[in-house]
């Protein structure tokens, strides 16, 4: 009954955000993607053991997230817009459109301001006691249009504080609290997966929507192709 209530429970928070892609999938609905290797026979793709044999085309993504990591091509035949074919051999996984979070869209709002100050107010505490005392964006208060509110999209709940030279400033956003601030994709891959059980981001490689790419978090079961990638 326990685990029939776990899986109830999970399948209400899955969610498709990736629904309007053209991804390739299966006859179950699942998502094909793409792993190449120069690793013959691997049974599954783990992120802990490619974090410690990047390559030079993985090596830059590292520079702002230091997570490990697989990364996916989306089709057959995709080149990397960097370095162009990558040599080695080819995998294939599969996954549900729910494990995957489209980062740069971020449609649930995972990296909006308010999740910042959640973040901040539950692990940073000298945050937390400032938020205290320090004044809320309500959206039933009518602010002029200079107002830190009226100059935030979505400010409602959003704590400010009046510094003496810079006016009022948003309190995840003054420069106190910057070397305290987490890392947004840290942030949204713990909130995408606590919430909708993402295990990885979908993203355009250089920002070509036709150059659609994965990068998985969590270890995934791989079967290896019986034809050429490219």
């Known amino acids: 009954m326990k685990l029939i209530i776990e899986n109830f429970r999970k399948f209400l928070t899955e969610q498709n955000f990736i629904s309007d892609m053209s ?9 094909i993607l793409y792993h190449v ?3 013959e026979d691997i049974e599954e793709l783990d992120p802990d053991i490619a974090a410690r044999n990047l390559q030079n085309y ?14 996916f091509f989306t089709r057959l035949g995709q080149e ?3 370095i162009g074919r990558i040599e080695g051999v080819p995998y294939r996984v599969r996954l549900r459109p729910s494990q995957l979070y489209p980062i740069m869209d971020d449609p649930a709002g995972l990296s909006s301001k308010q999740e910042q100050q959640n973040w901040m107010e539950a692990n940073v505490p000298e945050f937390a006691e400032k938020i205290k005392t320090a004044e809320k964006c309500s959206s039933s208060e009518q602010y002029n249009q200079w107002h830190i509110c009226s100059k935030t ?10 510094e003496r030279f810079s006016g009022k400033v948003l309190l995840v956003d ?3 609290f910057h070397h305290l601030k987490p890392n947004t994709y840290e942030m949204v891959a713990n909130l995408a997966e606590e919430r909708y059980n993402s295990i990885g981001f979908i993203y355009p490689q250089s920002n070509q929507q036709d150059n659609q790419i994965v990068a998985l978090w969590r ?3 791989a079967e290896k192709l019986k034809q050429d990638f490219y």
């Open 153 to 162: 999209p979505d400010s409602d709940g959003l704590a400010y504080t009046d």
């Open 37 to 39: 290797s120069r690793v």
């Open 58 to 71: 993985t090596t830059a993504e590292y520079r702002t997230w230091d997570r490990p990591r697989v990364f």
């Open 174 to 176: 003054n420069p106190k």
């Open 80 to 82: 990397d817009t960097g």
């Open 23 to 31: 991804l390739e999938q299966d006859e179950e609905g699942n998502i």
């Open 219 to 221: 270890k995934v079961p």
